[in-house]
Nanobody, 125 residues
Framework: VQLQASGGGLVQAGDSLRLSCATSGGTSRTYTIAWFRQAPDKEREFVAAFRGSSRTTHYADSVKGRFTISRDNTENTMFLQMNSLKPEDTGVYFC???????????????????WGQGTQVTVSS
C-alpha cells in the first residue's frame, strides 16, 4: 500500500485548505485511512479517520466541526477539508492506512502500517 499526501500550504487564520491522500496498492474496504499531524517538538496527533469496515468518520475534538474527511467515488483518494483554520493547526499532515482497526486503535499512530510522506500546513495569525 502506498500513500501520497498533497495540498498543504501557507494560509491565514480563518482560511481553508483541502488535503488529498492518493492511495494505491490495494486498500480494501476493511482499511482505515486517517490523517495525523505533527507540530515542531510535539508528538504526532490524530486528526481524523475514515474507518472502512464500518464506513464511519471520526475526528479529534480540536477539529470537530471545522474539518471533514471524505473519499472520492473510486475510493482511491481521501480528502481532508479544513475550514476556519487556526495557527494551532500548523504542522506536517500525514495520511496513514491500517487494516481492520478497532475503534480504540484509530487514534494511535502505532496501529497504522502505511504512511504517506507528509504535507506542510502553516497557518499565520
Amino acid at each position: 500500500v502506498q500513500l501520497q499526501a498533497s495540498g498543504g500550504g501557507l494560509v491565514q487564520a480563518g482560511d481553508s485548505l483541502r488535503l488529498s491522500c492518493a492511495t494505491s496498492g490495494g486498500t480494501s474496504r476493511t482499511y482505515t485511512i486517517a490523517w495525523f499531524r505533527q507540530a515542531p517538538d510535539k508528538e504526532r496527533e490524530f486528526v481524523a479517520a475514515f474507518r472502512g469496515s464500518s464506513r464511519t468518520t471520526h475526528y479529534a475534538d480540536s477539529v470537530k466541526g471545522r474539518f471533514t474527511i471524505s473519499r472520492d467515488n473510486t475510493e482511491n483518494t481521501m480528502f481532508l477539508q479544513m475550514n476556519s483554520l487556526k495557527p494551532e493547526d500548523t504542522g506536517v499532515y500525514f495520511c496513514a492506512a491500517g487494516d481492520r482497526l478497532i475503534l480504540s486503535s484509530l487514534r494511535v499512530p502505532a496501529y497504522y502500517s502505511f504512511w504517506g510522506q507528509g504535507t506542510q500546513v502553516t497557518v499565520s495569525s
